[in-house]
């Protein structure tokens, strides 16, 4: 087994709304990356993965409160950190995180190359210019970036050239752990192939260590990452490697989440098309029991009483359901 890049165990955390309110959006999540490796996190909106995202970083302000779990990056507990500590030590250089709809945030003010000082002189007030420069231009050169961006506002780029420089500007320190939250999700679909080569080429060429890529579509994570979890209503209802989740998908959330959404380039494009009807529970009072089983075709009694926990297997396939594998095999097979 390769060296641990990440390690979350139990990790709670909680909105606190203006209303004094709890939102629980992250319940119980353990996750493990090891160096080299990705894993995708997919889920319809709403669920929690950027809340999930944000709370691995380990840098809480107000509304989200750290409520319980451990971060661990490449062997240092960063939950027990203060949040001085964090920004100044963690931040951008042991995790990055580039969240959903970060183009378009970029402050239209300043150039790209400033957007890079910033970055740096954040952990090393002391860089020259002109050490940052270069830096720049041979990182933009190794991810196939014309350097002449460097120079340039964002205001000058395309959707798909805006997203390129932001992941480019965030994985400058070359970070541990990068987290992309939808990185692709509002792009064309030949910018969004760009996209994930770019993703692809950070990791084979070592300037990450390790990647979690966040999308709401599951079938898309198929060519991308290694490992896939699947998140619904806060927890994470399965994981297993991204072709078992494609495949084989065990919870019947996951089950449905690949009917949903078609995607030619992973040879599924015959699937019959299904909706998941109804919404997800409000994670201000989540239920009981399983939280899917209001939407769930297999749900009996029990499921919506009884406690739910990870049934956890020896390969590190992990699902969620009261149904033995051998009880969901039987279901599906009628379906
Ligand atoms: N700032 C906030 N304050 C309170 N609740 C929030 C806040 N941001 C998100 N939420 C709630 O947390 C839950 C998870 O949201 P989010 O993490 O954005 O999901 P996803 O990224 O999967 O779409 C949702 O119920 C959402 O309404
Ligand atoms: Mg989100």
Known sequence: ?????????????????????????????????????????????????????????????????????????????????????????????????????????????????????????????????????????????????????LQKHSVELSGGMKQRTVIAISTILSPKVLIADEPSSALDVSSQKMVIKMLRNLMEKGLIKSMIFITHELPLLYNVTNDIMVMYAGQMVEKGSAREMVFDPRHPYSKGLMGAIIVPEAGIKNRKLTVISGTPPNLKHPPEGCRYAKRCKLARTECSIQKVEERNFSDGRMYRCLYSIEELKEAYAYE
């Open 1 to 149: 087994m390769g060296k641990i890049m990440l390690q979350v165990n139990n990790l709670n955390t909680k909105y606190i709304t203006r209303q004094r309110e709890g939102v629980y959006a992250v319940n119980d999540v353990s996750l493990k990356i090891e160096e080299g490796k990705s894993l995708g996190i997919a889920g319809e909106s709403g669920c929690g993965k950027s809340t999930l995202a944000l709370s691995l970083m380990g840098y809480y302000f107000s509304p989200l409160h750290y409520i319980s779990g451990d971060i661990i990056i490449d062997g240092r507990n960063i939950s027990s950190m203060n949040p001085d500590d964090v920004r100044k030590q963690v931040l951008g250089n042991e995790i990055a995180y580039i969240p959903q709809a970060a183009m378009n945030a970029l402050n239209p003010t300043q150039k790209i190359i400033s957007l890079i000082q910033d970055v740096i002189y954040a952990h090393n007030p002391k860089a020259s210019k002109k050490d940052i420069s270069d830096l720049a231009k041979e990182r933009f050169e190794l991810l196939g970036l014309p350097s002449e961006v």
